[in-house]
């Protein structure tokens, strides 16, 4: 079974600031999806950013990127610039394959300081 | 696109009555999953569902949680009789499969105290 470890319960960063994230995984697939997810307080679930396994070009969106390194089976977030709005537990989750579930890591409660 | 929606958001209720959760995925969304989070516990995962067929309820907690898809537009999640250590936060999410990298779009949850 896959199983996905954030070892980090929580973090805190000054704002403006950059943090990264950490994910690992175990799997004994090739080809699988990754992603992250943001929670704030308002419980609501949001994608931050997915990549592809077989893709070895890190994912980024905005102010948001990943360090991939598939041989370690590591899936880090990095968070350039902090904001505020940042502040939420954030979920590194992962996809066997084509149609499958996600499975869930713990969580990391990450708190952004003014 | 109005999103994943759910009924009701709270619900308070005591031990040993019926709970009913309601979830209205997003149109065209083939995959449904239901996931309940707890502190103690994270995110789990309790039953999905594609094409209104029920594919995986191995977390499915006991058999006094029962799930149903009757349509592409409508699914429940039913606890009866209700517990208290069944307070949690219920989740439900929709997918389109179109090739892999599919996101999985959340409801809001619903929060259920058992009192």
């Known amino acids: 079974a896959q199983t996905v470890t954030q070892s980090q319960p929580e973090m805190s960063v000054q704002e403006a600031e950059t943090v990264t994230l950490s994910c690992t995984y175990d799997?004994?697939?090739?080809?699988?999806?990754l992603f992250w997810y943001k929670q704030p307080p308002s419980r609501q679930m949001i994608l931050v950013i997915r990549q592809e396994a077989y893709k070895q070009q890190n994912a980024t969106e905005n102010r948001f990127s990943v360090n991939f390194q598939k041989a370690a089976k590591s899936f880090s977030l990095k968070i350039s610039d902090s904001q505020l709005g940042d502040t939420a537990m954030y979920f590194c989750?992962?996809?066997?394959?084509?149609?499958?579930?996600?499975?869930f890591g713990p969580g990391t409660r990450l708190s952004v300081l003014p | 696109d109005a999103g994943v929606i759910q009924s009701p958001r709270h619900e308070v209720t005591e031990m040993g009555q019926e709970v009913t959760l309601r979830c209205k995925p997003i149109s065209g969304h083939d995959y449904l999953f239901w996931y309940r989070q707890t502190m103690m516990r994270g995110l789990e995962l309790l039953i999905y569902?594609?094409?209104?067929?029920?594919?995986?309820d191995s977390g499915m907690p006991e058999d006094r949680f029962s799930a149903k898809m009757p349509n592409a537009s409508f699914s429940t999640l039913k606890i009866q009789p209700s517990e208290p250590r069944d307070s949690a936060v219920y989740f439900c999410?929709?997918?389109?499969?179109?090739?892999?990298?599919?996101?999985?779009?959340f409801g809001p949850g619903t929060r259920l105290t058992v009192l």
């Open positions: 999410a929709s997918r389109r499969t179109s090739g892999g990298l599919d996101e999985q779009f």
């Open positions: 569902f594609n094409n209104n067929v029920p594919i995986d």
């Open positions: 799997t004994s697939e090739s080809n699988y999806y």
């Open positions: 989750a992962f996809m066997r394959g084509y149609g499958q579930n996600f499975v």
